[in-house]
């Protein structure tokens, strides 16, 4: 089994600090105009936001692992519930490589892989050195085409 | 091809009638504000009405000399659009369903909506509004005719060895009017019971006695209940009336509708999984429904709406039968979610009373006058704990999943029944999951994903975890080895084809 990149808990961190700031400042303007204080109870509820993500990152990162199988792509993850799922080569429609700002800047990329299922249509996997992922793209891609020796997919 | 003429004033009327209706409303809204330099009443506002049904209709005209669609051998081809163009070739390959509706005006007019669905997108990948009913027959008989010519020049047959498909139509399936009633009857749809919550507006306020007002309540509810039921039952009358299954060579047929016709088609080789609905009255009486589930959406129905493409009620061993001529698939024993699993509903739905109690018994103590009724409000939901055993039990009795040689099979609901049946040829993803509080009764849910857009996927819920994770495993290898089935028998079949020719 593979994990991803350490990295990744950064990148996720930096989520985290820009919901804790939003719901902060959400937090502030609905106390402002109800109990009172603004700042104080904006504050505590980002700081507890931040904290939860945090931790929320650190742990989603010690679930998340994924290997290449002979016949199918397998994924675990979740940290409250856990999900673990199997993408038969076959079913690949196309797989595609992201890099966000963030994933830019530290040096990361995800893969994201789509099927034709009507749910869970496309299973990504962050944290990813730009390498990996393109190498791992390169792989689903041969081994798709490989697989895909029947006319109907659908 | 042109649309059929009959479609410009049909739908200059219907479009042109509601431009010409809110250019009149937002005339008057406007005119009242006096934000325009021409006073907005009378003359002025029947002529703005005007030019909405005037440019609706000159609109019309103008989409019918530009759209042009045309069937060729690769697949169906539209050009449309007045002020932006679009062509649009659909291969015949990737037609999932040809569907036909017709309401009660376009059956005067003989008109008819065509609409062409794929696997693809979010809705309907081309609608034909609308084209002669006779053209439209022609187009979907068409579709099918050259979609087996392109398997047979494939496989290397003559296509003229066929006979003619309209000949060897047979039905499978026609609902007779006592079916219909009974249909009518038993299929009350629960999600009706959400117009319940419009009951208060419609209740007259009668001042009184507030325990006349409770009966009264009470007695209003039961009406309306009773209400809905003849509404859902008229619903679903209208709705399969003279209901037709047949088949066709390789694709399934069905008529149904009493207002709204419809006639579709259904290629049994994009058959992606078959659902077996019972609700609890059906059950009791012996009687289930079945629905072909393809990668397509049902005629007039919403992304996330079910098939329509079934059979509306039959017998349970003739709704067996039938599944069984769509997909051959035998009805292995199920297994049942271990019995720590009923527990966990139990201890769910009493948190739920619990919880409803104590909203309730807050609500009284804060803001409430007393209850019309001898006793706190309170106490209502905590009766309901008396049935929770038997609920938790029930659950837990209806759900389960069965591993069977060719397909996985799985069973939810208690009000609903419903069983999915799901070749494994057509898996895309198995997903396994676990919440938290799966996590503590080491409990597990297994989805099996398929490309059908009916809504409602086949899920093993609550199994045991590490049954769970083989169910995931096996699922994926019997998956492969469907694969590898097939591929051998696609590989015979050409082997054969070639040393016939020889």
């Known amino acids: 089994m593979e994990v991803l990149n350490p990295r990744v808990r950064l990148a996720w961190g930096v989520g985290a600090v820009v919901t804790a700031v939003i719901v902060g400042v959400l937090a502030a303007v609905v106390s402002r105009f109800t109990l009172g204080p603004g700042v104080t109870v904006g504050l505590a509820v980002a700081l507890g936001a931040l904290a939860l993500g945090l931790v929320f990152a650190v742990l989603r990162y010690r679930t998340w692992r994924f290997e290449v199988r002979d016949d199918d792509l397998y994924l675990e993850r979740g940290v409250l519930t856990r999900v673990n799922t199997v993408v038969p080569f076959v079913r690949v429609q196309h797989v595609d490589t992201q890099r966000g700002p963030v994933e830019r800047a530290l040096g990361l990329a995800s893969v994201v892989v789509y099927t034709a299922g009507s749910r869970g249509a496309d299973v990504s996997i962050p944290g990813l050195t730009p390498e990996r992922a393109d190498d791992l793209q390169e792989q689903l891609r041969r081994l798709a085409i490989e697989s895909e020796r029947e006319t109907d997919a659908v | ?502």
């Open chain 2, 1 to 502: 091809m042109k649309l059929h003429p009959l479609s410009i004033p049909y739908r200059a009327a219907s479009r042109g009638l509601s431009a010409g209706l809110m250019l009149f409303f937002v005339g008057r809204s406007l005119g009242d504000a006096e934000a325009l330099p021409v006073p907005m009443a009378g003359p002025a506002l029947v002529t703005l009405a005007a030019v909405g049904v005037v440019g609706a209709a000159a609109w019309q005209v103008a989409y019918y000399r530009r759209f042009e669609y045309r069937l060729t051998g690769d697949g169906l081809e539209i050009a449309s659009g007045v002020v932006s163009r679009r062509n649009r070739e659909i291969p015949l390959g990737r037609i999932q369903n040809v569907d036909i509706s017709r309401n009660v005006i376009q059956r005067a007019l003989g008109v008819a909506v065509l609409d062409i669905e794929t696997a693809g997108g979010g809705a309907t990948e081309a609608s034909l509004r609308y084209v002669g009913y006779d053209e439209a027959k022609r187009v979907q008989r068409e579709i099918q005719r050259l979609k087996r010519g392109a398997e047979d020049a494939e496989s290397g047959t003559e296509p003229d060895e066929r006979a003619d498909p309209e000949e060897r139509g047979t039905v499978l399936f026609e609902l007779q009017s006592g079916e219909l009633l009974l249909l009518s009857a038993l299929s009350f749809d629960f999600r009706y019971l959400s117009l319940l919550a419009f009951g208060p507006a419609a209740l007259p306020f009668v001042p009184g006695v507030a325990e006349l007002a409770f009966l009264g309540g009470m007695l209003l509810v039961a009406l309306l209940v009773v209400a809905l039921w003849v509404l859902s039952a008229g619903m679903t009358f209208a709705r399969y009336y003279d209901f037709r299954l047949t088949r066709l060579g390789d694709e399934l047929r069905y008529e149904r509708g009493l207002l709204q016709r419809y006639d579709g088609s259904i290629p049994l080789g994009k058959v992606q999984a078959l659902t077996l609905d019972a609700n609890v009255l059906m059950r009791r009486f012996g009687y289930a429904t079945l629905a072909v589930e393809t990668a397509g959406y049902g005629p007039g129905q919403a992304p996330s709406g079910g098939s329509e493409a079934a059979v509306p009620l039959a017998t349970r061993e003739r709704v067996l039968r039938l599944a069984r001529e769509v997909e051959d698939f035998e009805v292995p024993a199920f297994s049942r979610p271990p019995e720590r699993a009923r527990t966990r509903y139990a201890v769910r739905y009493a948190l739920v009373l619990a919880g409803l109690a104590a909203v309730l018994f807050a609500l009284q103590a804060v803001v409430g006058p007393p209850a019309p009724i001898p006793f706190p409000l309170a106490v209502v939901p905590l009766a309901f704990l008396l049935v929770v055993p038997v609920a938790a039990h029930l659950k837990w009795r209806n759900r389960g999943y069965a591993v069977g040689e060719d397909h996985v099979l799985t069973r939810n609901g208690f009000w609903t029944r419903t069983t999915k049946v799901v070749p494994y040829y057509r898996v895309q993803t198995v997903i396994q999951s676990a919440t938290v509080f799966q996590r503590r009764r080491r409990l597990a849910s297994v989805v099996v994903d398929t490309a059908s857009s009916a809504g409602g996927v086949a899920a093993a819920v609550d199994v045991d975890a590490e049954t769970a994770r083989e169910l995931r495993e096996t699922v994926g290898e019997k998956l492969q080895a469907s694969l590898a089935a097939r591929r051998g028998e696609a590989d015979r079949e050409s082997d054969l084809d070639s040393s016939r020719r020889d």
